[in-house]
């Protein structure tokens, strides 16, 4: 069991190690390279969520300038834009707050690419390291002291400069997972 009693879940997913995300959001795309090899059960979960829709029209609720901009939560769904910005809580619960219903197993002991780097897409958690569901968090330049505490599962490859321009309240309108070109 993971942290609130929520069970701790194995996903499913089969990855391939080729998966690439393509995040379409109100501010523009942003394509991500997931590390499958590194950390297979992040991104089998992430790739199960996406797939699922469980992303679309979700809000990012948080926005640290020149640290990370964090999204995923299903709370923030039925909530306006400008709620989200403004810390409101919205019919779901507070942003921030929610998840899929499970958590996973934490990959960072164990992923040899596990690094921060600009723009590394990772799993937000709670104080518990097997605490990771579905928010995740983009980092706004390197963020290498996180690199000990939290699970990197992908690289952008493409919408540095969408990331730079996202703020809380800024919508994930769809997260499609493609296989990557030989």
């Known amino acids: 069991m993971g942290l609130f009693g929520e069970p701790l879940k194995s996903p499913a997913y089969h990855v391939a190690g080729d998966e690439v995300a393509t995040f379409a959001t109100s501010k ?3 394509r991500v390279r997931l590390d499958g090899e590194g ?10 969520l996406a797939e699922s829709g469980f992303y679309d029209g979700t809000k990012f609720h948080r926005y640290v300038p020149g640290f990370v901009v964090q999204g995923g939560d299903p709370n923030t769904r039925r909530m306006t834009p400008a709620d989200v910005a403004a810390g409101r ?3 779901d619960g507070r ?6 219903g499970y958590r996973i197993r934490e990959e960072f ?9 600009d723009g590394a897409l990772a ?11 579905s928010q995740f968090y983009f980092c706004l330049g390197a963020q290498h002291g996180l690199d000990s505490g939290y699970t990197v599962f992908g690289k952008t490859v493409q919408g540095f400069e969408v990331i730079g321009s996202l703020r809380s309240g800024d919508v994930i309108e769809s ?5 990557a070109e030989a």
Not at 95 to 100: A, E, F, H
Not at 109 to 117: A, E, G, K
Not at 175 to 179: A, D, F, M, Y
């Open 28 to 30: 523009g795309i942003i």
């Open 39 to 48: 950390a297979p059960i992040h991104v089998a979960n992430f790739c199960e």
């Open 89 to 91: 809580i919205g019919p």
């Open 95 to 100: 942003p921030g707050t929610g998840g899929p």
């Open 109 to 117: 002991t164990t992923n040899p690419h596990n690094s921060h780097d």
């Open 123 to 133: 799993m937000a958690r709670s104080q518990d390291p097997n605490s990771a569901g």
């Open 175 to 179: 997260i499609t997972i493609e296989h």
